[in-house]
């Protein structure tokens, strides 16, 4: 069972930054990919972007691409998720979900672990 944390979020204005983390109390949280979603009042479960356990293949979904930025470091079992040019349809419960093994999913089925998850709220 990993248990995953996520911190990082909170009130920023329109254009603001925030970077989430996700850390794991496992340690070969080296061995899973990882995704973050995030999840509007009202709207479906979005993704928004996983990486692979090594780093090496990374995706986007494409409301955030060029403006968010994921990255692991395994020596802290932590992926984090950099956000640039936050917009107000940014605000939304963001959690990270991992599974054990070497590929990231874009669907959320695919993970077997998530975490609590943190707001983000960007104000206009």
């Known amino acids: 069972q990993v248990q995953l944390v996520e911190s990082g979020g909170g009130l920023v204005q329109a254009g603001g930054s925030l970077r989430l983390s996700c850390a794991a109390d496992?340690?070969?949280?080296?061995?899973?990919?990882v995704g973050w979603f995030r999840q509007a009042p009202g709207k479906e479960r979005e993704f928004v972007a996983a990486i692979s356990w090594s780093g090496g293949t990374i995706y986007y979904g494409d409301s955030v691409k060029g403006r968010f930025t994921i990255s692991r470091d395994n020596a802290k079992n932590t992926v984090y998720l950099q956000m640039n040019n936050l917009k107000p349809e940014d605000t939304a419960e963001y959690c990270c979900?991992?599974?054990?093994?070497?590929?990231?999913?874009?669907?959320?089925?695919?993970?077997?672990?998530w975490g609590q998850g943190t707001r983000v709220t960007v104000s206009s």
């Open positions: 979900a991992a599974v054990y093994g070497p590929v990231p999913f874009i669907a959320g089925a695919r993970y077997d672990y």
């Open positions: 496992e340690r070969t949280f080296n061995y899973y990919a």
